[in-house]
C-alpha cells in the first residue's frame, strides 16, 4: 500500500510560481513511477506530468511543458513538481499519483494505482 500526501498548493498571481510536494509512504517507493494530474471545476481530471522510477525520464503535457517541471527524491519519498509562469488556466486540484511497480510511461489516470488527495493551486490574473 501506497499513501501519498500533496502539499504547497496556494494562491499565486498569473505570472507566478509554486512549488508542489508530494510525500509517500511505503518502501517501494523508489521503484514506482509517479505522475501529477489536475483536475479543473467541472473538467475531466487530466495528466500534466509523468517520472520514472529512478528519475531520469520526464514527460509532460503540451499545456505545461516548459513552464513545469517534476522531480523525486528518492531518499526523502518525495516528487516535486514545479510550476512557473503559471496562467489561470492552470488553476486546478492538483494531484499526485504512483504506478504499482511494472508499470511506466503512464498518461493516462487508468494506468495509476495510488492517488493523494490533491492540493488547490489558484492562479489569479
Known amino acids: 500500500q501506497v499513501v501519498l500526501v500533496e502539499s504547497g498548493g496556494g494562491l499565486v498571481q498569473a505570472g507566478g510560481s509554486l512549488r508542489l510536494f508530494c510525500a509517500a509512504s511505503?518502501?517501494?517507493?523508489?521503484?514506482?513511477?509517479m505522475g501529477w494530474f489536475r483536475q479543473a471545476p467541472g473538467k475531466e481530471r487530466e495528466f500534466v506530468a509523468g517520472?520514472?522510477?529512478?528519475?531520469?525520464?520526464?514527460y509532460y503535457a503540451d499545456s505545461v511543458k516548459g513552464r513545469c517541471t517534476m522531480s523525486r527524491d528518492n531518499a526523502k519519498n518525495t516528487v516535486y513538481l514545479q510550476m512557473d509562469s503559471l496562467k489561470p488556466e492552470d488553476t486546478a486540484v492538483y494531484y499526485c499519483?504512483?504506478?504499482?511497480?511494472?508499470?511506466?510511461?503512464?498518461?493516462?489516470?487508468?494506468?495509476?494505482?495510488?492517488w493523494g488527495q490533491g492540493t488547490q493551486v489558484i492562479v489569479s490574473s
Open positions: 499519483a504512483a504506478q504499482r511497480i511494472g508499470r511506466v510511461g503512464g498518461r493516462s489516470r487508468d494506468e495509476y494505482d495510488y
Open positions: 511505503g518502501r517501494t517507493f523508489d521503484r514506482s513511477s
Open positions: 517520472i520514472s522510477s529512478g528519475g531520469g525520464w520526464t
